[in-house]
């Protein structure tokens, strides 16, 4: 059975970083590619972050870019997000996912499992 559990969220101030967690069991890491979604109240879930099965390619919208980080340690389970630099808009339940065979980086039908979602909040 898979299970998907993401950490690390919480309360921080504009301009501050957090970084954020997912053990991943049920499943060999290294055959999925991996990637981080967000969803703010009355949003649809977008892609932060995308980061192929060997970690060697990383994706970020432009929303993001040069703020946030994904990488993995395929040996101990776990995918990380570092966000540097967060701003309010930021403010959003995060979640990780995991994608057998993903073909389009952010769209969320490529994706197979996901874990329940850490909340952000980013206050001015």
């Known amino acids: 059975q898979v299970q998907m559990v993401e950490s690390g969220g919480g309360l921080v101030q504009e301009g501050g970083s957090l970084r954020l967690s997912c053990l991943v069991s049920?499943?060999?890491?290294?055959?999925?590619?991996m990637g981080w979604f967000r969803q703010a109240p009355g949003k649809e879930r977008e892609g932060v972050a995308c980061i192929s099965w060997s970690g060697a390619s990383t994706y970020y919208p432009d929303s993001v870019k040069g703020r946030f980080t994904a990488s993995r340690d395929n040996d101990k389970a776990t995918l990380y997000l570092q966000m540097n630099s967060l701003k309010p808009e930021d403010t959003a339940n995060y979640y990780c996912?995991?994608?057998?065979?993903?073909?389009?980086?952010?769209?969320?039908?490529?994706?197979?499992?996901w874990g329940q979602g850490t909340l952000v909040t980013v206050s001015s």
């Open positions: 049920g499943l060999t890491l290294r055959d999925y590619a």
């Open positions: 996912a995991a994608g057998y065979f993903v073909r389009r980086w952010f769209d969320t039908h490529d994706y197979n499992y």
